[in-house]
C-alpha cells in the first residue's frame, strides 16, 4: 500500500551546500551556479536520508548510483555516511565542474567516479559487475525522464534485491506504482518536489 505524506517545504536553495552527517560532516561543497543545477536542500536531503536509514539500516558498504547528479550533494552524503563507492552521471558541463570540485573538496575520488553524459544513454550501457544498492535520480521536471530512468533500472537490473530507489519530481507529476520488477512503496511531498522510494516488489518500506 502506497503511504503519502506531504510536509510544508520551502524549495528555496542556498549556493552554499554542506554535508549533513558522518565523517565529512559540517563539510561545505562548492557554490554552484546556473539554471540547470537544481540541489535538493539540506533539510530535504537529511528528511530522505533518514527516510533511508529507517529503510537500509545501514550505509556501510553501498553501492551507489547518483543520476542527473547535479552538486553530487546525494551520493556525496552516502559516502560520508558510510557507503563503499559512487557512479555519479551527469549530462550537464557546470554539473560535471561542480560535481568534480565537490569529489575533490570531500577528497573521495578513491570512491567517486563521475560520468559526463546523457544519462538515459548511459543507463543503456552500463555494465556492472554488482547492482547498486541505492540509486539516486533527480532529473530536469515535466519530461517523464524519471519514469523513464526508472524502466531502465529495472530492465538493465541495476537494483541489489534489497535496495532502494530514490527519485524527485515535481509533485505534479504521476509516477507509475509499478515498473517492471519495481514498486513505489512511499511518497513524501516537500513544497513543490515529490520524493518517490521504489524497491522490488516484495520489499515493503520497514
Excluded: W
Excluded at 45 to 51: D, L
Excluded at 138 to 144: G, I
Excluded at 148 to 171: N, W, Y
Aim: proline share 4%.
Amino acid at each position: 500500500m502506497l503511504d503519502m505524506i506531504e510536509f510544508r517545504s520551502s524549495n528555496s536553495t542556498k549556493d552554499n551546500m554542506r554535508i549533513i552527517s558522518g565523517r565529512l560532516r559540517g563539510k561545505k561543497l562548492s557554490p554552484f551556479t546556473g539554471i540547470d543545477i537544481r540541489p535538493t536542500p539540506d533539510k530535504v536531503r537529511g528528511a530522505i536520508f533518514s527516510i533511508l536509514f529507517s529503510r537500509l539500516g545501514s550505509f556501510d558498504g553501498l553501492r551507489v548510483l547518483d543520476l542527473f547528479a547535479g552538486t553530487g550533494a546525494m551520493s556525496l552524503e552516502a559516502l560520508s555516511r558510510g557507503s563503499s563507492s559512487a557512479l555519479l552521471v551527469d549530462n550537464g558541463t557546470a554539473a560535471a565542474k561542480t560535481i568534480s570540485a565537490n569529489i575533490a573538496l570531500c577528497n573521495v575520488s578513491d570512491q567517486a567516479i563521475l560520468k559526463h553524459g546523457d544519462v538515459l544513454k548511459s543507463l543503456q550501457l552500463l555494465r556492472v559487475d554488482e547492482p547498486f544498492d541505492l540509486i539516486f535520480l533527480d532529473p530536469p521536471y515535466n519530461k517523464e525522464l524519471a519514469e523513464k530512468t526508472i524502466c531502465l533500472i529495472s530492465q538493465a537490473r541495476l537494483l541489489s534485491p534489497s535496495g532502494v530507489v530514490c527519485a524527485e519530481t515535481d509533485k505534479k507529476e504521476t509516477m507509475p506504482e509499478t515498473q517492471g520488477t519495481l514498486h513505489r512503496i512511499e511518497t513524501r511531498i516537500y513544497g513543490s518536489t515529490a520524493v518517490h522510494f521504489y524497491c522490488h516488489a516484495g520489499e515493503p518500506m520497514q
